[in-house]
């Protein structure tokens, strides 16, 4: 069994070394440093962390104005309310005005499991994606966080980083290299792809082994930003194995399924099944208990696959 | 008092220097136009808020002619005072006083809100020198003026930040967030000035949702609070050459105006707030406009 680790230790140590070499590199937090995995940070260099108490509209405006002032903030806090709370905050100050701030969504997707869906973020791709200019980027391992917070500092522009704190495998090996807008083949195949980001990329590689000792060549695509989207990645995966299936831990409406349905439907049609959470509210239950619950499993996305494999046959 | 009017400030383009024995009458006429462009530009788009562009014109040319340390050849310099029009419905006015300023030319107001002008109904920074912030959704402008100002601080700089406000506009409850924070970080470099004409688009704000006691809300914030007439350029001067007025408090400057002040048929009525001018009215508030000026 691979060790697990929680993207956001990966995230705080990024984050740390970028802006001991950047001093222009501020963090905003909305009383979330250690949410964050800020602490050491938060310690160590106190005048870096501006907290902006428990408002979030006031936090997204804060930022734009010390983008306008020449700094780059990165803005953490629970996805649900970084993103719910102050999106229109997001939508005028940040994206519209092209202001140089990077949004850090924190503890994204089911995390907060048995909290209940004040604390779900299951919209924020959805809402976030559609923001004209706003980038999107969701890694799936320590490694492709790293990565992701360096890349979002180096890119002029506002940038939404969801970061999950589920336990997730190492999906990339040392040499991997996260360019912004470009998914990843994680593994070739013929038969069907499998679409997935965040934390449902071990899961579609494992399932995409279990389709392999049944015979079923399946390809991975790790499609870690959701905007901009890699175009011809998606459109070679759907004329090249003819079928998809996406993955993600969010509202089957409007995240990543949805994104890659807008663009093979006008490019390339074939047949797709979009998993996800279903549009409702999920009911209480720890975040792993939740995943087994909507089918995000290996075995789950395997029966998906299946039964796009056998309509496929049937036509 | 009259005579302590200090010069404006030195970082101000020389073109558009103005000695402090000419400030009141210069002042005067810059608001006379300002006001004519913000009606003329109202008029051909058929669409605009010129009770509050005309509430607010004496605030902005004050600012942008007695105040701010910019320099429109240099709208993005680093060390720039940033101002940030909060009320960004009332872009006519602002787009005037910019170009006035020698922002942009003053030829391309005529475009106000054609097809692809730079000059939308709202101000878009991307796009129009001498826009700090994207407006035109209110409550918008103070918290991003608390990060500007928040920035200068953490750098030692000596650049102030200024935003204008309506009254209304502080229903939005992230102006408070922004207030608080403001506050809490003794932001004295930063400088709101609210519009208060007293009037929203569908009512009187007591009516609509009370505001006072205005003042004592901002104190009570932590604050600074002076009180003046928005439309007495010199007592405008003077608040804003006296900031900050405390060494850890933020500054909050009341300006009292009218909304459609100038235009006695325009002039505190509720239904001004975003009518367009007639042919008829708009002649007739030019010629206002005019003997006023004189």
Redesign the interface.
């Given at each position: 069994m691979s060790p697990l680790y929680d993207c956001r230790e990966a995230f705080g140590r990024a984050l740390e070394e970028i802006a001991a070499a950047d001093p222009r590199i501020?963090v905003v937090v909305n009383d979330s440093v250690g949410s964050s995995r800020l602490g050491r940070f938060a310690k160590e260099s106190p005048?870096r962390v501006?907290n902006?108490?428990i408002?979030e509209?006031?936090m997204?405006?804060?930022?734009?104005?010390?983008?306008?002032?020449?700094?780059i903030?990165f803005v953490c806090g629970a996805s649900c309310f970084l993103t719910g709370r102050a999106l229109?905050?997001i939508k005028?100050?940040l994206a519209?005005?092209?202001a140089n701030v990077k949004l850090c969504g924190m503890s994204s997707g089911l995390a907060y499991g048995q909290l209940g869906p004040t604390h779900h973020s299951l919209e924020d791709l959805a809402w976030t994606r559609v923001i004209a200019g706003l980038c999107v980027v969701v890694p799936a391992d320590p490694l492709e966080t790293d990565q992701a917070v360096r890349a979002a500092a180096e890119f002029d522009g506002p940038v939404f980083l969801r970061i999950s704190r589920m336990p997730v495998p190492a999906v990339h090996g040392a040499d991997y290299r996260f360019r912004m807008g470009q998914a990843g083949v994680l593994r070739s195949g013929d038969d069907i792809t499998l679409i997935a980001n965040g934390t449902m990329v071990s899961r579609a590689l494992a399932a995409a082994s279990l389709l392999a000792g049944e015979g079923i060549s399946a390809r991975v695509l790790n499609l870690a930003t959701l905007q901009p989207l890699d175009r011809e990645a998606i459109v070679d995966a759907a004329a090249q194995t003819g079928a998809l299936v996406t993955v993600e831990e969010h509202s089957i409406h409007g995240g990543l399924g949805s994104a890659v349905a807008e663009l093979v439907t006008t490019t390339c049609p074939v047949p797709m099944r979009i998993l996800g959470i279903p549009g409702n509210f999920a009911p209480t239950g720890s975040a792993a208990w939740l995943f087994e619950h909507f089918g995000l499993t290996p075995e789950g996305i395997r029966s998906a696959a299946w039964e796009l494999l056998r309509t496929r046959v049937r036509q | 008092m009259r005579q302590d009017v200090k010069l404006p400030s030195p970082c101000l383009a020389t073109d558009h220097r103005i000695e402090a024995d000419e400030l009141p009458p210069q002042l005067r006429k810059l608001s006379a136009a300002v006001r004519r462009d913000s009606l003329r530009m109202v008029h051909r788009a058929r669409l605009g808020h010129p009770g509050g562009d005309l509430s607010s014109a004496d605030i902005l040319v004050t600012l942008y002619f007695g105040a701010l340390r910019i320099d429109p050849t240099r709208p993005r310099a680093p060390d720039r005072d940033r101002f940030i029009m909060s009320k960004g419905h009332c872009s006519a006015a602002f787009y005037a006083t910019l170009a006035a300023a020698g922002f942009f030319p003053e030829d391309e107001l005529d475009t106000y809100m054609q097809p692809l002008s730079r000059l939308n109904g709202h101000p878009n920074r991307t796009e129009l020198p001498g826009v700090e912030a994207n407006t035109g959704s209110l409550g918008h402008g103070l918290p991003v003026a608390v990060g500007a100002a928040l920035a200068a601080k953490i750098d030692g700089a000596a650049w102030r930040t200024f935003v204008l406000t309506g009254d209304g506009e502080l229903q939005e409850g992230s102006n408070w967030e922004a207030a608080m924070a403001a506050a809490h970080y003794e932001l004295s470099n930063l400088t709101v000035i609210v519009d208060r004409n007293g009037i929203q688009q569908g009512d009187r704000t007591e009516r609509t949702m009370r505001l006072e006691p205005l003042a004592e809300k901002w104190r009570a914030f932590g604050w600074s609070v002076c009180e003046v007439d928005g439309h007495d350029h010199i007592a405008l001067l003077e608040a804003f050459h006296a900031v900050p007025f405390h060494p850890a408090r933020p500054n909050c400057i009341i300006a009292h105006t009218q909304k459609g002040k100038g235009v006695s048929f325009i002039e505190d009525r509720v239904d001004w707030h975003h009518r367009v001018p007639t042919d008829e009215e708009l002649a007739a508030a030019l010629r206002e406009l005019d003997e006023a000026a004189q």
């Amino acid at each position: 069994m691979s060790p697990l680790y929680d993207c956001r230790e990966a995230f705080g140590r990024a984050l740390e070394e970028i802006a001991a070499a950047d001093p222009r590199i501020l963090v905003v937090v909305n009383d979330s440093v250690g949410s964050s995995r800020l602490g050491r940070f938060a310690k160590e260099s106190p005048r870096r962390v501006i907290n902006v108490g428990i408002a979030e509209q006031n936090m997204i405006g804060i930022a734009a104005g010390l983008a306008n002032g020449g700094k780059i903030p990165f803005v953490c806090g629970a996805s649900c309310f970084l993103t719910g709370r102050a999106l229109e905050q997001i939508k005028v100050d940040l994206a519209y005005s092209r202001a140089n701030v990077k949004l850090c969504g924190m503890s994204s997707g089911l995390a907060y499991g048995q909290l209940g869906p004040t604390h779900h973020s299951l919209e924020d791709l959805a809402w976030t994606r559609v923001i004209a200019g706003l980038c999107v980027v969701v890694p799936a391992d320590p490694l492709e966080t790293d990565q992701a917070v360096r890349a979002a500092a180096e890119f002029d522009g506002p940038v939404f980083l969801r970061i999950s704190r589920m336990p997730v495998p190492a999906v990339h090996g040392a040499d991997y290299r996260f360019r912004m807008g470009q998914a990843g083949v994680l593994r070739s195949g013929d038969d069907i792809t499998l679409i997935a980001n965040g934390t449902m990329v071990s899961r579609a590689l494992a399932a995409a082994s279990l389709l392999a000792g049944e015979g079923i060549s399946a390809r991975v695509l790790n499609l870690a930003t959701l905007q901009p989207l890699d175009r011809e990645a998606i459109v070679d995966a759907a004329a090249q194995t003819g079928a998809l299936v996406t993955v993600e831990e969010h509202s089957i409406h409007g995240g990543l399924g949805s994104a890659v349905a807008e663009l093979v439907t006008t490019t390339c049609p074939v047949p797709m099944r979009i998993l996800g959470i279903p549009g409702n509210f999920a009911p209480t239950g720890s975040a792993a208990w939740l995943f087994e619950h909507f089918g995000l499993t290996p075995e789950g996305i395997r029966s998906a696959a299946w039964e796009l494999l056998r309509t496929r046959v049937r036509q | 008092m009259r005579q302590d009017v200090k010069l404006p400030s030195p970082c101000l383009a020389t073109d558009h220097r103005i000695e402090a024995d000419e400030l009141p009458p210069q002042l005067r006429k810059l608001s006379a136009a300002v006001r004519r462009d913000s009606l003329r530009m109202v008029h051909r788009a058929r669409l605009g808020h010129p009770g509050g562009d005309l509430s607010s014109a004496d605030i902005l040319v004050t600012l942008y002619f007695g105040a701010l340390r910019i320099d429109p050849t240099r709208p993005r310099a680093p060390d720039r005072d940033r101002f940030i029009m909060s009320k960004g419905h009332c872009s006519a006015a602002f787009y005037a006083t910019l170009a006035a300023a020698g922002f942009f030319p003053e030829d391309e107001l005529d475009t106000y809100m054609q097809p692809l002008s730079r000059l939308n109904g709202h101000p878009n920074r991307t796009e129009l020198p001498g826009v700090e912030a994207n407006t035109g959704s209110l409550g918008h402008g103070l918290p991003v003026a608390v990060g500007a100002a928040l920035a200068a601080k953490i750098d030692g700089a000596a650049w102030r930040t200024f935003v204008l406000t309506g009254d209304g506009e502080l229903q939005e409850g992230s102006n408070w967030e922004a207030a608080m924070a403001a506050a809490h970080y003794e932001l004295s470099n930063l400088t709101v000035i609210v519009d208060r004409n007293g009037i929203q688009q569908g009512d009187r704000t007591e009516r609509t949702m009370r505001l006072e006691p205005l003042a004592e809300k901002w104190r009570a914030f932590g604050w600074s609070v002076c009180e003046v007439d928005g439309h007495d350029h010199i007592a405008l001067l003077e608040a804003f050459h006296a900031v900050p007025f405390h060494p850890a408090r933020p500054n909050c400057i009341i300006a009292h105006t009218q909304k459609g002040k100038g235009v006695s048929f325009i002039e505190d009525r509720v239904d001004w707030h975003h009518r367009v001018p007639t042919d008829e009215e708009l002649a007739a508030a030019l010629r206002e406009l005019d003997e006023a000026a004189q």
